[in-house]
Each structure stands twice: as C-alpha cells, then as structure tokens.
C-alpha cells in the first residue's frame, strides 16, 4: 500500500516544473510546492530547493532528539532514529487525508509524540504482551515497538481510517509482530482480548476512573495498566482507587517527569491484582455517564 505524492494529480506535475514537498513552519504544516525546473526559468536551484526536490531534507531533527532523550537516559540507535524521522514523514503526509494530530510541526512531533512515548517506553515494566487502548496515530504504541523490538503489540482503535493508516505505517516501516484491533476497548474486553495482555496504555484525555475500566479488563492478573496523565496525575489516582478496587486493581505509584516542551507527564502504575468481575466494562454510555 503507498500513497500518491502530495499534491500530484492523475497526470502528473505540470510540463517545466517539479513538485517538492517540505515543512512550511509558518503554517505548521506539510506543504507542496511547485517549484520552477532551471530549465524553465532559466537559473540554478539553490542548495536547500534541490534538497527538497531530491527528498535528502529529514522531517525531525534527529540529533536533537536524541540529545533530549539522553537526559532520560534514553539511548536511540542510528536504525531507530531513522524509523523515527520515516514515522514522522508519513505522519504529516497522511494527516492531510485522514485526520490523525494537531502538532505536525518537527519539533512538536519529537516533544509531544516522539520524547512522550519513549519515556513510557523506557520504563522497565514495559515488556511482554501490550495493548495500546485508542491509539489513534500510534502513540505510544508504535513508538515503543520501535524502542523494544521484541514487544508483542496490539493496536486498539475503533476508527477504520486511522486502522488503515496504522496497518500502512507499520509495513512501511517493516514492523513485525504486530497486531491491529479495530475495536472499542469496552467491547474487545468480553472478546478474545479480555485479560491476555502484561501491559495496557493509554494516552486518552479521559479521567482515569474512565479509562481504568476500559484497560483494566484487558490485563491479565499481574499485569499493569500505566495511564499516560498530566500534571494532576497523583489527584486523579486518588479519585479512582475505587473505581480499581471494583476492577481487580491497585494504584502503584506515579512517577513524574517533564517533557522537553516543559509540559508535565505523570506515568500512573495500576496493577492488576485479581480478576475483573464479569459486570465489568459496562457499555461506553454507562461509563461515561457514571464513572465508578
């Protein structure tokens, strides 16, 4: 499966001219340009024209990802940073069809897509059978295949489009082991899913009683769900210790961390003590409606 070149119609670019593809940071978007051939308009390309046209120019700045996640202790090998900067070209250019992320910018993807999965990534707990719960574009799924090779992935997401973008991007970027699930998680969890996996993720901006019965059902005992939160990550763990305790879990612990952009991360630790009780999830309405 590939994707046409931005911009190109059926009969490809006008005669005398060459189409280029590149960031236009004042619009924080990918944009393609007609660009004049030096045939037609008689004069040389400059060097930064001539990259774009022959697709040398990289979308992130890999050294400066690496730079910042070294203060983790992050360490990111040539091959991942080159699948890294590969994910984030066919994130932007698919995101003018489908509707995946706001922040396309470089240094937007490499803070609030990029740093923020590999910090959760990087955690230790982090191996053996995942499921990341309405991944959307991939976060921090993808990304955390890429850093551990040897997870086993699931891909939850209950958005057809945005399936088909995560099937694309991975056999783009040769990824193996990888499973897609388009599902809501409320439902995957009374299917095949429900308690195979070591770890559970998820990203979403819904409050952490929500999320724990979308996850929680899906982590086998002894397992552990890690809700990727805010800066009122501790606050909220406190206001779904029952909403756990109904689940078969028990808040761990958060750890804190700032992301390069300064914003805060909170990892919060569920694990999964006994068996979720068949009521639970309940359908989406009810737990929207009446968190637990």
């Not at 099937?167 to 998680?185: H, I, N, Q, S, W």
């Not at 961390?257 to 009521?279: E, M, N, W, Y």
Request: glycine fraction near 8%; include cysteine.
């Amino acid at each position: 499966m590939s994707l046409p070149p931005l911009g190109e119609g059926a009969r490809g670019p006008a005669r005398g001219r060459m189409r280029a593809e590149y960031i236009d940071f004042t619009r924080n978007r990918a944009a393609t340009y007609s660009l004049p051939s030096s045939a037609a308009c008689g004069r040389q390309l400059l060097p930064k024209e001539e990259a774009f046209v022959q697709g040398d120019e990289k979308m992130i700045d890999k050294n400066r990802l690496a730079t910042k996640c070294s203060t983790w202790n992050i360490t990111l090998t040539p091959t991942q940073l080159d699948l890294l900067d590969k994910y984030a070209e066919l994130l932007v250019s698919y995101n003018e069809k489908v509707n995946l992320t706001a922040i396309t910018s470089p240094e937007g993807i490499e803070d609030r897509h990029f740093a923020d999965s590999l910090l959760f990534a990087a955690q230790p707990e982090v191996q053996g059978k995942m499921v990341d719960v309405g991944t959307g574009a991939g976060f921090p799924g993808i990304v955390a295949k890429i850093y551990k090779p040897d997870l086993q992935l699931t891909l939850m997401e209950p958005t057809g489009k945005r399936v088909d973008f995560l099937k694309y991007v991975c056999a783009e970027l040769g990824l193996t082991g990888v499973e897609f699930a388009k599902e809501r998680a409320e439902e995957a969890a009374r299917k095949i899913w429900r308690e195979q996996f070591d770890i559970a993720s998820a990203r979403a901006v819904a409050a952490l009683p929500v999320l724990s019965e979308y996850c929680l059902p899906l982590v086998k005992v002894g397992g552990r769900f890690i809700a990727m939160k805010g800066p009122e990550a501790d606050a909220e763990a406190k206001a779904a210790a029952n909403a756990l305790k109904k689940l078969g879990g028990r808040y761990e612990e958060t750890r804190q961390f700032t992301l390069p952009d300064g914003s805060a991360r909170g990892l919060v630790f569920c694990k999964k003590i006994s068996q979720t009780p068949t009521v639970y999830p309940r359908n989406g309405g009810k737990i929207a409606k009446k968190p637990l």
